[in-house]
Structure formats: C-alpha cells, structure tokens
C-alpha cells in the first residue's frame, strides 16, 4: 500500500474507531476494555497478489499499535506493523504491511504445511464463536508456507490437524513483507445473527531478533489466550455459507512380509485397493457433520517401539486425523485453560479401530489375524447451538476374523474381536465472557457378544461427568473440578477380568474393603477432581484434590491405568518474566503430594523442588529434584500383599540452546537411588539441524539403563506361604539398558510439496539375577534363593529355566519359571511424499518398514545389534493414497 493511502486509511480508520466506541463498549471479564478494528464491506474482493494495492484496501481501516511480548514484554515494537481487514459475501480479507528496516534480514524457509520453519511469520486469531474461550488461528511466513489450527479452553496450545480451505500470498519488498489472506466463512463457525462481534487478535514474529508483538495484548503474567482478543466489529448480514465438502479417497497397498517361510497368507506380497469418504457439511453456520466411511489411515506415522516389562497398559498419543481433528470437544476435565490435574480420560479415541481383543494361534499352522479392527464409519458433529459447544462421535468397528491354515492345509477362520458401537456425547456452556463453564461428558460402548468366545469382554460400559471451572478476582483465581461414575456389564467371567485387573486387584489378601465377586455380571465406581489456586501473577499456587474408587472402569472407551486412589497436593510457583541483568526469565517451584487406597494405606509421598530459566542469549534450562518417602505398594505383587516402597531420590535437568541457530540443541539427564540401593540414569538429546532453507533434520539419541533391586517375576498360589497369604511373589535384581535413536527429516520442496521421514532404531536388553521371595508383607524383607536358609536355586541352560526351591528338601514344592532374561532388536521407519496438488486435495506415497528380532541373552552390544537387524525378518508396505476435495 503507498504511504498516500495509508494517511488516507488512517483518516478514516479514527472516525471509524470513534464510531465503533460509541456503538460498541464492550469490556472484558477482567475489566480490560479491549481494542476493536471494523472489517470494511467490499463489492469487490482484493487479488491476491501480496501487493495491498487493489481499490478493496483503499477505505479500510488500519490498526499499528503493537505491543512487544518477546522479549521485552510490554515494550514498543522494534519494527512498525500494520493490518487492516475486510469482507464480502463469502471471505474475510487479512492485509499486512510488515515493515523491516532491512529487508535482507528476513527469515524465509521452506517447510511443509503446519511446520515450524524458524522464519519470520505473521498470524491472525479469530474467535468467531465470540465465546471468548475458541480460536481459528491462521498462519504465514514470507514464502507462503501456512499453518493452521483451533485453540480450545482459553489455551495457547492448539490443534494442528485442524486444515481449511484457505488462501494466502505473500511478498518480500523494499519496505519488509506483504499478507494477504482470504479466510472463507465456510471455513469459520459463528452465530447466525445479522451483526457479528467476533474475537480477533493479530501477531508477527521477528525471528532474528527473537521478538513477537500482539496488537491485543495483555502482560505476560495473565493466564488466557482467546479471552485476551480484541474486538471484530463491521460484519453484517454475512450470508450462511453453503458448507459441504466431500473428500473421496482411493487407496492402493502393497505388502511384504518375511521372516514366515511357506506361510500361505503373505507369501509373495499381499495386495489390495480400497475407497472411502470424507464429508464435512454444515448444518448450520457454526454446527458442523464430519462423516468418514471406511477410513484409511495407511500415511499416519507408526507408533515407536517399547518393551512394556509393567502390568499397566502404555499410552500412545493419537495420529488418525479423522479423530485428531477437534479432539478438544471432547476432553473431559478441561479446566480453566491452566492446571488441569486430576480429571479422569473418559474417552480415548485409540479405543476405536484398536488390535482385535482375542489371539488365536495354529500349532503347526498359520494364522492370519488382522492388526487393527476395521472402521466401518464414523461421524461426529460439533460446534456451538442455544449458547452451548456441542460434541456428539459415534462409531462402528467391524466383526473381524483370523483366517487359520491346519497343519494338515485345511482352512478356517476364528472371531478375533466382535461388532461394536462407539458413543461420545460432550456439551458445554461458558458464561461471564468465557470465564466460567460447565461441561458434560458421556460415552457408551456396545458388544455384540452372540458368539461366547467374546465372553471375557463387557457387553456394555457407560461413563459419564460433569466438569465446571470459575475464575474470579479479577481472573486471578481459578476453582475447577469433576465429578464422573462408570458402569459395565458383561458375563460373570468377564466382570471377574476387570476387579482382578492391574488397575485395582481386588484379590488382595491383606485388604478388607473390596473382595472379587465371582458371580457379579456388573461393576460400578466413580472418580472425583477439584482444584483451587492462583492462576496468573508472578505467584502462582494452588492445591489439587482426585479420588478414584476402586470400581471406577473407563477401558471400554477411556483410558486409566490405576483406580482405588486419593491424592492431594499443594504447589507453589514464583515467576520472574521480565528480563534482567542474567536472565530473560526465571522460576522457582516446589510441590508437596500424597496418595492412599480406599483402605487408607499410604501409596505415595513426594516432594518436589524445581528452578529454571532462559539467559540473556536465549540458553533455556530447568532443573529438579524430588524426594519421594517411604510408604507401601499395593501393585507391586500383581494382585498379592502390600510390599514396601522405599525412599528414592531422582533429579533431573534440561539445557536447550538457541533454537534459532541453524545448529540447535535440547539435552536431558537424570539420575535416581533408592535406600536399597536401586539406581537409574538416562540421557536423552535432540540435535536439530537446518542445513538449508527447506531441510530440517533432527537426531533424538536416547540412552537409559536402571537397576532394580526388586523387580516382579512371577508368583505361585502356596498354602504353606502362610506369611505371605498362601502365595509365593518372585522378585529379582534386574539390569535394563535401553538405546534408540529417532530421526526425522523434513524436506519441502514447495509450500505444497514435502518429503518426511521418521526412522527409529531401538535396542533394550533385560539381565535378571539374585532370584528371591517377598519374605514379610509391607516390607523389602526377601528370602534369596539359593543364599538363604536351606532355598536353593539351579538353570536348566537346555530348556532355559529356573527352579527355585525355597526350602531345599523340605516339603516346599518347588517353582519354575521361564528364564526372564531378554534382548530385543527393532527398526521402523516411515517416508511419506505428500502434495497437496489443488486445494484440500493431496497424493501420499508411501513408505512403511518394520523389522524386528531377539533372544535371552542379556548381553548389551549395540552395535552387534544394529547389525543383526538387518537379518531380521522384515515388512515393507507400500502405499499410494489420493484424495480429492470437492465443496459444494
């Protein structure tokens, strides 16, 4: 835009802004009056071209008083900026004149779509809901490369799987860089009312000189994000949009699988091609139907690879973007946008389309089971209708079968995992300009248990909540908790498989307030979370209540590793933000927790101390230590007696150097001992390097070895044990070491063409030894086979197995056990082409290896490792997948 212009536009942008005060005085729960910028009507919408030339922008008014919130906070920009916004009947336009005193200094990389690509970028954030609470966040560096996400729950943090269907150009000129953005209404939610207010706030990121200014800005010490907006005023009878995309999808795979000679099912490479839908259709202007029919997520990143030697299930975050896309609605215990502590995961989506429940195996034959339990289709709606968010998913899983050869070449097939239904339902309703709430949270899932084989799983389980959270003293202090009950149903058998789960072993023999009930066909519990403290400030504090009742089952649909607990805490943070003669900011926090059972034995107490920061030259750290004291263990005997838990030590720290550099780094170390003289350490570093303006790679080296003096092996029900409850619970030392190494390689070769790879390599190997039983319930007391008393221990090196006698000749049977003693080997990668060829439209290629190998020698030799790998058997799938948008 010419300096003409912009005199003119800012003559007109101060009666414009007078106008809007005296029609508009909206305030801010916080008592801040907000800015307000008026988006101009045109008949005529600007071209895109990152020039700001077009007659569009002419009357437009334009707003430049920035604040700095990097580095300085509250302090001028170093460099001036200015926006201006307008509309028509079907977009709303975006321009910026960011200035740059020298042009040359400019950051500019290449990176794929929703990448960070350490440039310069400048961003807009409307809250088209107004619910002060919700963000649409649109993105851009000086190349065109765009980034988009929704933002939920007052919060920064957004997410990124979230990909409309928008516009940008981009200029680099003499006086800095140029925006122009064409946001689509169809792509945005909001009311139906003839005159909007909306949300909106802008940013721009300098990145050599580590600087972000806000046009609506607040000090770094307040807590919130959308609730911080400015005001969007000028929108008028904007029409509903007609918003119905189809993304139909074909897919072709091949397969190879090796390592299985003679096995029918993949040799020679399997094939197969298949279809599927996306639909996205509003139904109104701010409520929205996602469908997805037969769903493929063949280009997802593979999840890494782990040795799980724990009773409890691992969480693996979710990829698929069907489920990934407004995940936020449907997350109970949201908060008030800060701590979040307590609430119970009442809905997982991994549940839906997870590994078949039931393995079948073919002694002499072969087996072919699936991996993943089909989706047939999916569908949620969301959005906002009568003043509440709305949130409703539901799912149907396939009946799967294993197709089974006899060793004698006849076939079969086996049910592997039965037809189900998948039910999440959210609402929720914000009042006081987003500073209050009250969600609801309720999900259901549905068996078809005909065949009997199913009978170990429920046919029905249910949970359901109520979350609420309150801010007030000026949004300086927060109240949030919840407040949730579940109940299953199933067979007898199955019922019994859950009280006897890790989560809550009710056949514990020194307890007497939950027993197993072997003829109960139900199980009901409840959880509870509340949570006060101070929010924003250079204080913050606060204590945190949860209570999970032992019968308390989500696993259905949720995800919880551990019931029959209470915890409180209390912490305290002490905040210096702005810069001074050392650091840019500093912290210091300290934490006091404690856990029971229901039965009031004590399962934990910790303290904790922690202190960390970013010096002058933007070298960030943190360091910290915990202590936690003796208390007991109710899982460590897997459903046995209580066995003591004893004092440990562990402290950590973290340094990261200037991620701006084209050389970056961020290294972590801890250490950890206990009273018996159980110890673990572990490193872990990742080495970003940018060689170029459109490669980013990055080296995640990870080592950790740990020994524990006490680690379960095995158990055996004895009724001379009388000491232990008529059971024996093996322990032993065990040596761990573990080593990976993740790679990930980002090339993009246009803002809509990029190359990614993820490789990880992984080796862990497991030495056990010092045999011994739980000698005395509640304490680390052992009998030590073979060293105590008359016990014996002997290996039979030929079928590689253990017998310990804890007597000797004595009446004691003797116990065997497989020798426990491992190493495991394994390599997976994913490279994934993706061109998003028209808009919403996109070509995978794909690249999926897996290999994997291992043994009961302990030993730990890496680099004899790395080279067996590539002997192991391994399995190579190749994918095409194209897509086509099409709106409507």
Request: proline residues 6%; hydrophobic residues 35%; charged residues 20%.
């Amino acid at each position: 835009m010419h300096i003409t212009s912009l005199a003119l536009a800012l003559q007109v942008a101060t009666a414009q802004a007078d106008t809007a005060s005296e029609n508009a005085a909206l305030v801010h729960s916080n008592g801040r009056t907000p800015p307000q910028v008026t988006a101009t009507y045109v008949e005529r919408a600007p071209d895109l071209d990152g020039r700001l030339d077009d007659a569009a922008w002419r009357d437009a008014m334009i707003v430049s008083d920035f604040t700095q919130v990097l580095p300085d906070d509250g302090t001028e920009p170093s460099e001036p900026s200015q926006v201006c916004v307008v509309y028509d009947r079907s977009a709303l336009y975006v321009g910026a004149r960011l200035h740059e005193s020298d042009p040359t200094s400019i950051a500019r990389r290449l990176g794929r779509r929703d990448s960070y690509t350490s440039s310069d970028a400048f961003t807009v954030a409307i809250d088209s809901y107004h619910d002060h609470r919700t963000a649409f966040r649109f993105s851009v560096n000086p190349l065109g490369v765009r980034s988009d996400e929704v933002t939920t729950n007052d919060d920064h943090h957004g997410d990124e799987s979230w990909e409309p269907v928008w516009d940008v150009a981009t200029r680099v000129d003499s006086l800095g860089w140029v925006v122009e953005m064409r946001i689509p209404f169809s792509q945005l939610r909001f009311s139906s009312a003839d005159e909007q207010v909306w949300g909106i706030n802008f940013s721009r990121g300098i990145f050599r000189k580590h600087e972000t200014v806000q046009w609506s800005w607040v000090p770094n010490t307040e807590q919130g994000y959308a609730s911080h907006f400015g005001h969007l005023l000028g929108l008028r009878d904007i029409p509903p949009p007609r918003r119905l995309e189809v993304l139909p999808y074909t897919v072709g795979k091949a397969d190879y699988q090796g390592g299985v000679p003679g096995n029918p099912f993949t040799e020679g490479g399997v094939y197969n091609a298949a279809m599927g839908l996306d639909l996205k259709y509003g139904l109104t202007s701010n409520l929205t139907l996602d469908a997805t029919i037969n769903p493929d997520f063949g280009q997802v990143e593979a999840d890494p690879a782990v040795v799980n030697l724990s009773a409890f299930e691992i969480y693996f975050s979710e990829r698929r973007p069907f489920f990934v896309e407004g995940a936020d609605i449907f997350r109970f215990g949201a908060g008030s946008g800060g701590f979040v502590f307590g609430a119970p995961t009442l809905f997982y989506s991994r549940r839906i389309g997870r590994a078949p429940s039931r393995w079948v195996f073919e002694p002499g034959g072969y087996v072919n089971s699936p991996i993943a339990t089909s989706i047939i289709g999916a569908a949620k709606v969301s959005g906002k209708t009568g003043g509440w968010s709305v949130g409703v998913l539901d799912a149907l899983t396939a009946r799967e079968r294993a197709e089974v050869q006899r060793d004698d070449g006849t076939r079969t097939s086996e049910p592997v995992e039965p037809l189900a239904n998948y039910t999440v339902v959210s609402l929720r309703k914000d009042f006081r300009d987003g500073a209050s709430g009250v969600g609801v949270l309720g999900t259901s899932v549905i068996r078809d248990l005909s065949d009997p084989v199913f009978d170990f799983l429920t046919s029905s389980a249910y949970a359901s909540g109520v979350d609420f959270f309150h801010k007030f003293a000026g949004n300086r202090f927060a109240v949030n908790g919840s407040f949730a009950g579940s109940h299953i149903r199933g067979d007898p058998s199955a019922i019994i498989l859950r009280q006897r789960s890790s989560a809550r072993y009710y056949q514990r023999p020194d307890q007497d307030y939950v027993s197993v009930d072997t003829a109960a066909t139900s199980l009901t519990g409840y959880a509870a979370s509340l949570q006060l403290g101070k929010i924003s400030g250079n204080w913050i504090y606060g204590t945190d209540f949860y209570a999970y009742s032992p019968g308390f089952e989500v696993n259905d649909a949720g995800f919880e590793t551990v019931v029959d607990r209470i915890f409180h805490g209390m912490r305290v943070t002490r905040r210096w933000l702005d810069p001074g003669k050392v650091f840019r900011n500093f912290w210091i926090s300290s934490t006091f927790a404690q856990v029971w059972n229901f039965g009031g034995t004590p399962q934990g107490r910790t303290a904790y101390f922690g202190f960390g920061g970013e010096f002058l030259n933007y070298l960030h750290f943190d360091v910290n230590t915990n202590l936690s004291l003796r208390t007991q263990d109710d899982k460590a005997t897997r459903g046995g007696p209580l066995k003591e838990s004893p004092r440990t030590w562990q402290a950590s720290a973290f340094l990261g150097t200037d991620h701006r550099k084209p050389v970056s780094l961020r290294s972590w170390v801890y250490y950890a001992r206990n009273e018996y003289g159980g110890w673990g350490s572990g490193t872990s570093t990742a080495l970003n390097l940018r060689p170029s303006g459109a490669l980013d790679l990055e080296i995640s080296p990870s080592f950790d070895k740990t020994h524990s003096i006490g680690f379960y092996v095995t158990q055996r029900q004895d009724p001379t044990a009388t000491a232990t409850f008529g059971g024996r619970y093996l322990f032993s030392e065990l040596v761990q070491t573990s080593l990976d190494i993740s790679v990930r390689a980002d090339l993009a070769i246009t803002p809509n063409l990029s190359l990614q790879l993820w490789a990880q390599p992984y080796i862990t190997t497991g030495d056990y030894f010092g045999f011994k039983e739980l000698a005395e319930p509640g304490t680390y007391n052992f009998l030590r086979y073979g060293e105590d008393d008359s016990s014996t221990l002997s290996f039979d090196v030929e079928d590689n197995i253990y017998t310990a006698d804890p007597d000797g000749d004595g009446p004691v049977e003797p116990i065997t056990f497989d020798n426990p003693d491992f190493s495991f080997r394994s390599l997976r990668s994913n490279l994934v082409l993706r061109w998003e060829y028209s808009p919403g439209s996109t070509l995978f290629l794909v690249w999926n290896h897996g290999q994997s190998g291992g043994s009961s020698n302990p030993s730990f030799r890496p680099f004899d490792a790395f080279e067996d790998l590539f002997d192991d058997p391994a399995q190579n799938t190749f994918l095409v997948k194209l897509n086509y948008w099409v709106s409507l």
